[in-house]
């Protein structure tokens, strides 16, 4: 009988300066109880309530248990303890901001940041240390988090590199980027992080989707890179992957968790296959950043985006290729371009056209179900605001940037979302924005209630 992990349950652990009580969920890895002599390394997520099954039909989840059993089961990675921190949202704090705070909720919420790094290095970090058999030095203990916990595991990862020696983020809430046709660009990005400088004796993972709306890959490359101009060797102890098709959500980042445990933790093997993904058209003028998304995946299931890359270009009076993919255009014309990586060689076609803007125009309608009181507005994906057009219809017209993707259902108000005729959950609405665009959406009907969080169970469930 192959042996099982376990999922425990820490219930009403208090964090004091933060003067809150949540839960904490403990996976242990296949083979803990009966090897009582051996210790594990340490992951610590954000996030926690969401970190393995949901708690309710509907409701979403990373499944992180699911990957380690994967890949412990196949070889590839080592058993190592996680230890899932459910996070509390009061109205006027965030425990995932440090420093800053977004324009518009710098008004009513504080930043917890710092009395939740207390919490995580001086109470829950000692507990774990004590009561499991860990390996409590900070090569064998990571941070993991994703969106504004993304954030937070940067801020915490650089400012205590002496606790957390791996720092994993998946889609870090870096920029917040709001629709705005009065800015230059038609968009306002607002910087949410604190810049560290020089390298520091951690290994750091960071990764976005290509379909995350308005969390722009470019805000998460652009740290990347400049890691790497501050001496972070790329793929030795830093890695970025942008993920073809991947949106802003637990079940994509649970797609992809195990790969940054295979970096962090496991054994990534060989290179299988390389691809060069994005467009392949780039406007001399108008604004457009033109940039190759190569992808090297390797017969591990890892997968990483080249940053450092060697181009060669068939016609180099037609453009220039940087290492980290980005594309200058010349003149226009077509040309090849080759990039050679992890021993593999893919080849693309590429053609500069005298011009391409950087924004597209999305006209959006939807009908909805008929109301006594219909609201003023409904909201689709990243902040776009339909607003009553008469009677069931509503209607909102937006200029995005070029190419980014979106995936969404509708909502009337916050957690409202639209659901299917008999109250089912909907899929995700898909597209992408690549030109402009004429989409119309029925509604079928609207959710009674606000979803309910998550709270994470799986395996041999018991409470400690």
């Not at 509390?88 to 790094?117: S, T, W």
Request: with cysteine; hydrophobic share 40%; net charge negative.
């Amino acid at each position: 009988m192959p042996l099982q992990a376990a999922i425990l349950t820490v219930e009403g652990f208090r964090a004091s300066r933060l003067d809150n009580e949540r839960r904490l969920f403990v996976y242990l890895p296949p083979g803990y109880e009966g090897e009582t002599t051996r210790r594990y390394p340490v992951l610590y997520m954000h996030a926690g309530q969401r970190a393995f099954d949901p708690a309710a039909p509907g409701t979403e989840s990373w499944r992180i248990h699911r990957a380690a059993d994967r890949l412990t089961g196949e070889g590839l990675m080592d058993g190592i303890i996680i230890v899932a921190i459910a996070h509390i949202r009061p109205a006027e704090a965030n425990e995932y901001y440090h420093f800053k705070a977004p324009a518009e909720e710098a008004q009513a919420v504080r930043c917890a940041g710092l009395d939740y790094e207390d919490f995580v290095v001086n109470e829950v970090k000692p507990y774990i240390d004590a009561r499991f058999r860990t390996l409590p030095d900070p090569t064998n203990t990571g941070l993991l988090g994703s969106s504004a916990g993304g954030l937070c595991t940067y801020h915490m990862g650089f400012r205590r590199p002496d606790v957390f020696g791996k720092l994993m983020m998946l889609s870090p809430y870096f920029v917040k980027a709001q629709l705005d046709d009065s800015a230059p660009a038609g968009l306002q990005e607002e910087r949410l992080y604190k810049p560290f400088l020089g390298r520091i004796p951690v290994k750091v993972w960071m990764d976005i989707g290509d379909a995350e709306g308005l969390f722009l890959p470019r805000h998460v490359r652009d740290v990347a890179v400049t890691l790497i101009g501050e001496g972070f060797r790329y793929g030795e102890d830093l890695a970025y992957l942008e993920q073809p098709e991947a949106a802003h959500q637990e079940a994509d980042w649970g797609d992809r968790v195990h790969i940054p445990l295979l970096f962090m933790f496991g054994r990534i093997g060989t290179p299988a296959s390389l691809e060069l993904r994005g467009r392949a058209e780039i406007g001399l003028t108008g604004g457009h950043r033109a940039h190759v998304n190569a992808v090297l995946r390797y017969d591990s299931g890892f997968a990483i985006s080249v940053l450092n890359g060697e181009y060669r270009v068939g016609d180099p009076s037609v453009l220039k290729a940087l290492p980290d993919g980005s594309l200058i255009p010349l003149r226009p014309g077509t040309t090849t371009l080759t990039l050679s990586a992890g021993g593999l060689v893919a080849t693309g076609v590429y053609t500069v056209v005298p011009a391409l803007s950087d924004r597209v125009v999305v006209e959006m309608t939807a009908d909805v179900p008929p109301e006594a009181m219909p609201p003023a507005a409904i909201y689709g994906g990243m902040g776009m605001r339909l607003v009553h057009a008469g009677g069931t219809q509503y209607a909102g017209r937006f200029r995005v940037p070029r190419d980014t993707g979106y995936r969404f259902r509708f909502t009337k108000g916050f957690r409202k979302f639209e659901t299917d005729a008999a109250g089912g959950v909907v899929p995700n609405r898909t597209f992408r924005a690549s030109d402009d665009l004429a989409l119309h959406y029925e509604v079928a009907r609207w959710e009674e209630a606000p979803s309910g969080a998550a709270e994470g169970r799986g395996h041999a469930d018991s409470t400690i």
